[in-house]
């Protein structure tokens, strides 16, 4: 771009003071009076682009940054801005092309591609863009998060601890360096490794947002959660719109104190200054709806989602919130979301859960069977696709919803050094219960009511008695993996032999605690195991506390209900498909329920 004059050197600077300050109406104004006076001049064009975004204008925003792009053809800041509005317009058939042309040259470019391709379980395509970026030692922060879970997400943890924590050895000054290595080691599990390489960082005065949400993140995993929830309120004083960040500290203060006006509090904060910003609005309906307050979240984002340029991401959102209580407004709402998108799939995966909802599962199936050809081990989707055959009284259903033949359980042989499988139990109660929270609510985003989950992965947990446990459970596996065998459904197609795990978890419920029916939408092969249940539980004549198959989470016309239990025992470990609704029947006692359950994946193949 050619030398700017003093004058527009400094209107550009009064400009950059505007949008740090987040006054994206003055920024507006004065870019306004630049772009008059230079209607050339693309960056100036680029920036009120993204201005009248923020403010709510996205087609007035498309048309301002296609005219930079002819304006100066050769600034890819403008390429970057554009893809980016694209991106976040559900229009990705049009944006990657954009973002791919510069992403080797804009780290800002590359971020967006490789967040692209992990959000969409494509971390190969992730890493191909990221990893020759990160070489540098200059690779921003947020580009080396995505390098190192693009890594994680292809099972190569490792290979971003070796990686980084060299880099660290060769850089001991560089605090930098010691964060990327702290990514890593989170990324593998390593918290406590991590969280001694963010104290480093932190104490070395690098103390930005990135680190400190590196920070939180380790803390929350090892259950310093009031120290987690200071490291986030630091990483949010600096930068406002850290959407993870509000997400976790919305976490961590709904697990104290259970009150959706302080989980929201700092949210609500930001919105005020942000008051147009769709990202923080989205995220305070998703935190409101993970409450338990779908109606809440609705009313979040009603007034902007019925403008008529609300964004795709925001309809669909408010989309979600509208599928639990009334289906007939999440329909009209992914209509409008599909026609600005029509290549979007998170659209017409909410309008095929809306059309199940109003009774019209043969178009529900139409929309399902196109999103599985680009997602076809979803099982989020497989769920939606069966609840279309079963509403239809089609024969698939039985055969993918074989319960008694795909829902499993076995009990659990105790490991050698224990005597028995109660004094094992005994062993792995007292283990579980010092993870759980002792604030005694749930967390948010979860299918459980009245209990708590733990954080943190247990299969990678330090303890040897959590350690013995998922050992234990590698015999149920190759015996369940044994039993489906080979075929062309969802479930055996997958099936070469080999696993992994992919994440574990512990509930506890009291007294009337259950489980909402859900699947898991990443997930191959799911479980619960059966570790400490109030006396009776297991021979009881009523189906308090039993595990419940076949109820959608979503409504549907007509309804349908249950058609599968199993029993809870001590020692029961239940496996089967992540794709089959299923739930936990409420239960009353003055005793917890304490349960494991996992998600298995498939293996690599030799």
Known sequence: MSTLSPSLREAMQQVGKLLQAGDFRAAHDQLQSVVEQHPDYAEALRLLGGVRQALGDTEGAEALLRKAMAADPGWAPTWSSLGELLLNSGRAEEAVPLLQRVASRLPHAALLLARYYNDQQRPADALAIVAPLCGSTQAPAEL?????????????????????????????????????????????????????????????????????????????????????????????????????????????????????????????????????????????????????????????????????????????????????????????????ALQRSPSASAPRNLLAAALLGTGDPQAALRHCEALLANARDDQYLIALQTTAWRLLGDERYDAFCDYTDLVRPQTLQAPAQWPDLPHFLA?????????????????????????????????????????????????????????????????????????????GWSVRLRSAGYHTSHVHPRGWISSAFYVDLPDGMANASTPDGCLAFGQPSILTTPPLHAQHVVRPEAGRLVLFPSYVWHGTVPFHSEQTRLTVAFDVAPGETT
């Open 427 to 503: 062993d792995v109660k007292r283990s579980l219960e010092r993870l759980h929270n002792p604030h005694g609510h749930p967390l948010l985003f979860q299918s459980l009511r009245h209990g708590t989950e733990t954080t943190g992965d247990l299969t990678r947990h330090a303890d040897p008695v959590i350690q013995a446990l998922f050992r234990a459970f590698e015999a149920p596996i190759r015996d369940y993996l044994a039993h489906i065998g080979n075929g062309s459904d969802p479930l055996r197609r997958r099936n070469h032999g080999t696993y992994r795990y992919n994440g």
């Open 144 to 336: 080396i998060a995505q390098h190192v879970a693009a890594l994680a997400a292809l099972g190569r943890q490792e290979e971003a601890v070796s990686f980084y924590g060299r880099r660290a050895e060769a850089l001991p000054n560089d605090p930098a360096a010691a964060h990327a290595a702290a990514m890593a080691l989170a990324a593998a599990s390593k918290y406590a490794e991590a969280e001694r390489a963010t104290n480093h960082t932190l104490a070395q005065g690098h103390r930005t947002a990135a680190v400190y949400f590196t920070h939180a993140s380790s803390l929350i995993a090892l259950g310093k959660l009031e120290a987690a929830e200071a490291a986030l309120r630091d990483c949010l004083r600096q930068e406002p719109r850290h959407i993870e960040a509000h997400d976790h500290l919305a976490r961590l203060v709904w697990m104290r104190t259970g009150d959706s006006a302080q989980t929201t509090a700092m949210l609500d904060q930001a919105l005020q200054r942000f008051q147009d910003d769709e990202a923080l609005l989205a995220t305070k309906a998703a935190i409101l709806q993970g409450a338990g307050d779908a109606h809440g979240a609705y009313q979040c984002l009603a007034a902007s989602a019925a403008h008529a340029q609300a964004t795709p991401s925001l309809l669909v959102r408010a989309g979600l919130a509208a599928l639990e209580f009334e289906p007939v407004v999440a329909l009209a709402l992914a209509e409008r």
